[in-house]
């Protein structure tokens, strides 16, 4: 536990009932001052749910939180001049340009005159649109618009950034660029709280990472801390053939001694153990038994991925 | 409060960029005034929009009704529009009209007068003598501006018989006059009725504007608020559908999460709206005055008028917004709360000629209290004669308002 001046964010006990849907159970977590702190999690996780708490949209059906020494129940108006928002979903205007969408989130902020029209041009040239700011928002591509979103969000230079799945539906080429540019955001001092379901995202970019599932915070820790959990072991990922059962040959793999855990997800079976290499021999001779087509088989080291299968027997992407 | 106007002034950014939106807040009102213009008849060729009119006169009746119509003829409130020959016999008028001289004629024939009012010594006569109109079929629209001349003139004249004939014979029932003076009693009525005609138009012109100069007749006068009230319906519901876009856009929870309170997010658009509607009817009113010459009256007069007309009609898009909830029904409501009220307030239906209760109904629009004022100003009057829209429609802006405040919450905000 670090002092107050490190915390920029205290979470306690949130909860969310949407009518009978409990979307967030109760979480609690803190995000330290300067850090990039990520919510790994599966579609239907609570992530959004919990970040529209934070950035005070909804309120708490229980708990509260403290960001930067004002609760988000009963001081919202102060906690949404330290914190930006990048939705999950674009909110952008679609027949204003980038510029127009720029000048007017940051009059929201308060900016004006020389200093926003300054803003705003620094804005353009990070998110790299500078080119097209005069162009209306509804000609631009996918990529464009998530970069444009993550500007507006930027617009007032928050304290604490909420950025929910950045990078959802766009080429890897806009996504690099912005991972990258967080990464630069984090390195001028900008705190981010960053959610994702795509296990390389958060263990490039997070210092500290929460795993959700179903409401409930599951595992939190820096990413050493959370692969220890997972102890010495391996994953083997099996890639079958698309007529195959993957859930049947599990079942049958699971016999095999060695092996701590299997489980199946589309045309794939994971299987954790301790020692990979010695079990690739019989789980090839039992596959080839059962007459199971393999196209490939992965090794992979212990990550977030091989945790969340460890603690809730899933796999993170479906 | 900067804020407010901040949020206003970007709703009404995206409303100019919006051309399906702006076709149906200008052009579609516009079109539909210039072409009910040419159904009626009323658009001409000249930059005035309307040409004078060639008539051939041609009274032969020696009585004070045919005086009466070459005095209408000759009328400045007609002088913009027709140019009178006076000629003395029918067959004269109906030569030049064949001649092409004339789009009609108008033939008073003798006896005219007497066959309508009563000489001493003579109840009226049983059957009225027609007036005759003349017309060049080659000229069918400026031959019907004349036609509705004469009509007007006679049903006036008609109107005029009747009551004088219906009082005569109320007087004598109730023996208020002896039947030895019924006589010199319908004379009297008669020289009554036909001076009462003299001095009056036979159509309803607009009246004077400003100090005392007399407006060209231009039906298309009585058409154009009635456009434009119609489609400001238009304009107050697509406020609501913009509020209910940013939801499912993302940008009111975007709005939600900066220092922005819902408060001053609905209020932000409602002056968004109020703006939009109040620049659709500066555009409508300054474009038909400028193509059309039409004379809206009294500047102030007109101008106040339409913040309240805008107001009381952003009170029904407040409720039709709080009640919707999809920019889908909003829209859907929206027209068809659009075409009622233009019904209902005389958009298309003139509210004098439907049933009281109806006119009682049309109270619920903002259509009718604007219809009201519009008429007031385009027949001379100005600001202080417009208490009661005013009323009405600051009245109506407040009521529905306040129910539309009731009916919401921020939840409703956002949810739903
Ligand atoms: N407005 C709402 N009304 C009712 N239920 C909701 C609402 N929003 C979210 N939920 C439910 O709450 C749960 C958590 O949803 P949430 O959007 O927070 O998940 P998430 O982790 O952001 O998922 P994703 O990765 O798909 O964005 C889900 O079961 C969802 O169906
Ligand atoms: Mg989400």
């Known amino acids: 536990m670090g002092n107050a001046m490190d915390t920029i964010l205290e979470a306690r006990d949130l909860t969310k009932h949407y009518g009978d849907v409990v979307a967030v159970k109760g979480i609690s977590f803190e995000i330290k001052r300067g850090e990039i702190f990520s919510l790994l999690g599966p579609n239907g996780a609570g992530k959004t749910t919990t970040i529209s708490m934070l950035s005070t949209l909804y309120a708490p059906t229980r708990g509260d939180a403290v960001i930067a020494g004002h609760s988000v129940t009963r001081e919202p108006m102060a906690v949404r001049r330290i914190i930006g928002v990048v939705p999950q979903g674009l909110a952008l205007y679609d027949d204003l340009t980038a510029r127009e969408n720029l000048i007017f989130w940051g009059q929201m902020y308060g900016l004006s005159g020389r200093a926003l029209s300054q803003r705003v041009g620094e804005v353009l040239a990070q998110i790299g649109l500078t080119e097209r700011a005069h162009d209306r928002v509804k000609t631009y591509s996918g990529g464009m618009k998530r970069r444009l979103n993550i500007g507006i969000g930027l617009i007032h230079r928050p304290q604490l950034l909420f950025m929910d799945e950045p990078t959802v539906g766009i080429d890897p080429q806009s996504r690099r660029a912005i991972l990258d540019s967080i990464k630069e955001l984090n390195r001028q001092g900008m705190t981010v709280l960053y959610t994702t379901h795509y296990m390389e995202e958060a263990q490039e970019l997070s210092h500290r990472v929460g795993i959700m599932d179903r409401g409930e915070l599951i595992a939190l820790g820096t990413q050493a801390e959370l692969t220890q959990q997972v102890g010495e072991s391996e994953t083997l990922v099996l890639h079958l053939s698309p007529h195959e059962d993957a859930e049947t040959i599990a079942q049958a793999l699971r016999a095999i001694p060695g092996i701590l855990r299997a489980s199946a997800t589309d045309h794939q079976v994971a299987l954790t153990t301790r020692h990979a290499k010695e079990i690739l021999a019989p789980v090839v001779a039992q596959a080839d038994a059962r007459g199971v087509k393999i196209h490939s088989i992965d090794i992979r080291e212990p990550n977030l991925e091989a945790l969340f299968l460890h603690l809730t027997g899933r796999a993170l992407r479906d | ?416």
């Open chain 2, 1 to 416: 409060m900067k804020k407010l106007i901040l949020i206003g002034l970007k709703d009404v950014k995206l409303i100019l960029r919006d051309r399906a939106a702006l076709t149906f807040m200008l052009l579609a009102p516009f079109l539909l005034i210039v072409g009910l213009g040419f159904v009626t008849g009323q658009v001409g060729r000249g930059s005035s929009g309307i040409e004078a009119i060639p008539v051939a006169v041609a009274n032969q009746d020696d009585g004070r009704l045919g005086a009466a119509l070459v005095e209408l003829f000759e009328s400045d409130e007609l002088a913009e529009l027709v140019i009178p020959t006076f000629v003395t016999d029918a067959t004269a008028a109906r030569s030049r009209v064949d001649a092409d001289q004339a789009a009609a004629a108008v033939i008073v024939p003798a006896g005219f007068t007497d066959s309508i009012i009563p000489r001493a010594g003579q109840l009226p006569a049983g059957r009225a003598i027609k007036l005759e109109v003349y017309k060049n079929p080659g000229r069918p629209v400026s031959a019907g501006v004349i036609q509705t001349i004469v009509e007007g003139f006679i049903s006036r004249v008609e109107t005029g018989r009747v009551a004088g004939e219906v009082i005569v014979m109320r007087a004598l029932a109730a023996g208020l006059i002896p039947p030895d003076q019924i006589e010199s009693f319908a004379t009297a009525m008669g020289e009554r009725l036909a001076t009462t005609l003299a001095g009056e138009s036979a159509i309803r012109l607009r009246a004077t504007v400003g100090g005392g100069e007399q407006t060209p007749f231009n039906p298309m006068a009585y058409m154009a608020p009635g456009m434009a009230l119609l489609f400001l319906m238009f304009t107050v519901s697509n406020g609501g559908r913009s509020l209910l876009a940013e939801k499912s856009q993302g940008t009111l929870a975007q709005l939600l999460v900066s220092p922005t309170t819902g408060a001053q997010v609905l209020v932000g658009k409602l002056i968004g709206t109020f703006l939009t509607g109040v620049l659709q009817m500066l555009v409508l009113i300054a474009a038909s005055s400028l193509l059309f010459g039409l004379r809206w009256g009294d500047l102030l007069g007109v101008f106040v008028l339409i913040l309240a007309v805008v107001f009381g009609a952003i009170g029904w898009g407040m409720l039709i917004t709080v009640l919707a909830r999809t920019p889908g029904q909003v829209a859907v409501v929206g027209s068809a709360v659009m075409l009622i009220f233009g019904i209902l307030g005389g958009s298309f239906v003139q509210l004098s000629m439907v049933p009281a209760w109806l006119q009682w109904l049309s109270r619920l629009t903002p259509n009718a209290w604007g219809l009201d004022g519009f008429t007031i100003l385009g027949m001379g009057g100005t600001l202080t004669d417009l208490g009661q829209p005013l009323l009405g429609l600051t009245v109506m802006g407040l009521v529905l308002g306040a129910l539309s405040v009731v009916l919401f919450n921020r939840r409703s905000l956002l949810q739903g």
